[in-house]
């Protein structure tokens, strides 16, 4: 089985951590958004991806080649942001009508990956939300198949929104659709996009069923990063009490710490992730995500996203902070 996902996203909502660091790697409950989505498709056994790269995308094409080194990984670089469906449509050769399975790079779910592998046809993930007019939408008739397929409605006759995982039976459908709408792009806003394409099918006689997912879990934002990173510890358990023994620290779980963290005479937790090789001391942090590589001297951070590269001194603060940046709140 294959698998197609596209992380070409500049992430902006984020900013400005993702001015270096690619939305896909920003770490979460001690791992990536972007392992996290791949090591869901290699349980389900998934043994060839693309990766569809564009801003920093050597940022993901060396952490994707290093982290798996005995997967069949293809980069694939989009050079012209014209859209979900164009990063899809680059794939067209290396699909080569077979089955494909496409994961937005800055998705993250719980749901049956091998059943919707194994499950015959196409398949899209749904999950019923309380405003879909921010979302592509699913109408279904009464037997639970696809009628219809809106991106972001006005007036949504559906709550089932699409959350990012498809698989595709007949790619070579998919595809005569992509190329259809990337030949109408100069006369619409410039974009093509794969919930057009998709409703393209329905409309040409594919047969899509849909798959409720239990959890869905929002990385666009600071505060909705935190919350799914709390929810994910909380599932996951994390390392911070078991694995290190730092000195004059207090670990409150969960906590997850990578390795080569020096932490002292500190307080960490709950909910706090910590990227690899950072320090901190004589500070206290919860419900935050701290970058790899930072410092963090007498400081009392919580709810904060810190990048990478950081050097923190001073006090009491709520903060979001990029990467490569020293603060002295003294």
């Known amino acids: 089985m294959k698998a197609i996902i596209p992380v070409a996203g500049a992430g902006t909502k984020l900013r400005p951590h993702t001015y270096t660091q690619p939305k896909a790697l920003i770490p979460l409950a001690g791992k990536t958004v972007l392992s996290i989505i791949m090591d869901q498709l290699i349980e389900a056994g998934v043994n060839q ?9 050597d940022k993901i094409t060396d952490y994707a080649k290093s982290h798996y080194p005995d997967l069949e990984i293809t980069i694939i670089h989009q050079n012209e942001r014209k859209g979900l469906g164009h990063a899809v449509y680059l794939c067209k050769e290396w699909v080569n009508n077979d089955e494909v399975i496409i994961a937005l790079g800055d998705t993250i779910c719980e749901y ?7 499950q015959e046809g196409s398949v899209l993930c749904v999950k019923k939300v309380d405003d879909p007019r921010d979302f592509g ?21 559906t709550n089932n929104a699409l959350v990012g995982i498809y698989k595709i039976a007949e790619t070579s459908q998919l595809f005569d659709c992509l190329e259809q709408l990337l030949q109408a792009v100069p006369k619409m806003d410039g974009e093509c996009g794969l919930t057009s394409a998709l409703d393209c099918m329905v409309h040409g006689g594919t ?14 934002k600071m505060e909705t990063l935190l919350e799914s990173n709390a929810t994910l510890l909380k599932k996951w358990g994390g390392n911070g009490s078991d694995q290190h023994n730092f000195e004059n620290t207090i670990i409150i779980p969960p906590v997850s710490v ?21 320090i901190i001391d004589y500070s206290v942090v919860k419900n935050s995500i701290i970058g790899s590589f930072s410092k963090l001297y007498d400081v009392v951070l919580h709810d904060s996203l810190i990048g990478s590269d950081t050097v923190i001194k001073g006090e009491t603060r709520t903060l979001n902070i990029g990467d490569n940046t020293e ?3 003294g």
């Open 258 to 278: 990578a390795p080569g963290c020096t932490i002292q005479h500190a307080i960490i937790g709950p909910n706090v992730t910590i990227g690899e090789k950072t």
């Open 327 to 329: 603060i002295d709140l």
């Open 137 to 157: 939408v699913a109408e279904t008739d009464e037997a639970g198949m696809v009628t219809k397929l809106v991106e972001k409605p006005h007036i949504p006759k």
């Open 49 to 57: 991806m693309v990766l569809v790269v564009g801003y920093l995308g």
């Open 207 to 220: 047969r899509f069923t849909t798959m409720k997912v239990s959890n869905w879990f929002d990385c666009g």
């Open 112 to 118: 049956p990956v091998v059943e919707m592998v194994k």
